[in-house]
C-alpha cells in the first residue's frame, strides 16, 4: 500500500441505495495509493440513537464488498496471491 507515501485511504457515498430491512448498497468512490475507482459497499444497519460518550446522535453501519487491488496499482505477485480484496 505505500503508506509511508499515501498517508490516507478515502471512500466518499455517492448513493445508498435501500435492500430491504437494515440492508443498503452504498456506492461510492474509493481513493487508494491516489488511485480514485468507484465502488459498491453492502451495508447492514446496526443502530440509531444517542452516542454514549459524545451526546449526539449517530450511526453503526456494517459494510463489505469486493474490490480488484490491481486497479489501485497495489498488483505485486498478482495473479499468485489473489487480486480480490473482500
Do not use: C
Not at 498517508?7 to 430491504?20: D, E, L
Not at 448498497?25 to 440513537?49: F, M, Q, R, S, Y
Request: proline share 3%.
Amino acid at each position: 500500500f505505500d503508506t509511508t507515501k499515501y498517508t490516507t485511504a478515502t471512500f466518499t457515498s455517492t448513493k445508498v441505495i435501500p435492500r430491504g430491512e437494515h440492508k443498503y448498497d452504498v456506492e461510492g468512490n474509493l481513493t487508494l495509493k491516489g488511485v480514485t475507482k468507484p465502488v459498491t459497499l453492502h451495508a447492514t444497519l446496526n443502530k440509531i440513537g444517542e452516542h454514549a460518550m459524545v451526546k449526539k446522535q449517530a450511526v453503526g453501519f456494517d459494510a463489505s464488498g469486493t474490490l480488484q487491488r490491481s486497479a489501485f496499482g497495489i498488483d505485486k505477485y498478482v495473479p499468485a496471491v489473489s487480486d480480490a480484496i473482500n
